[in-house]
């Protein structure tokens, strides 16, 4: 039987029939990336003209507003629904992904946790 790295060449009939059998070895695959190159980075965040927030664009093309290392609030659309996603990212080979951590709220319950903000600080405040 033939060893993971190798496998059998079977180009002549004539050789399988006796019972005699090449083996070589698979050529490797070299890595493309090189060592030197400089990591990529996270991309820079614009200023949107008409907000004058910082935020950056998403893979889908949503507005990305940072509010903490790797953490965002979005709008994106899903079956024809505005939801505001808030989300954890994570970094893969340079590359931020929206991770599982993270919330999507429909524009109703959007709207209902803006009324509760005044509330919420008032409970913040007696914890400080």
Sequence with gaps: M????????????????????????????????????????????SNE????????????????????KLRYVSVSEFRNKPYINIREYYEDKGIEKPGKKGISLTADQWDKLKTLVNQIDTDLKKFK
């Design 49 to 68: 003209a008409d907000s004058g927030i910082a935020s950056k664009a998403g893979s889908n093309g949503e507005r990305l507003y940072e509010f903490g």
């Design 2 to 45: 033939p060893k993971s790295k190798e496998f059998i060449d079977s180009d002549s009939a004539s050789d399988q029939e006796s019972g005699a059998t090449s083996t070589s070895k698979k050529p490797k695959v070299k890595d493309t990336t090189s060592k030197n190159e400089p990591s990529a980075k996270r991309p820079k965040t």
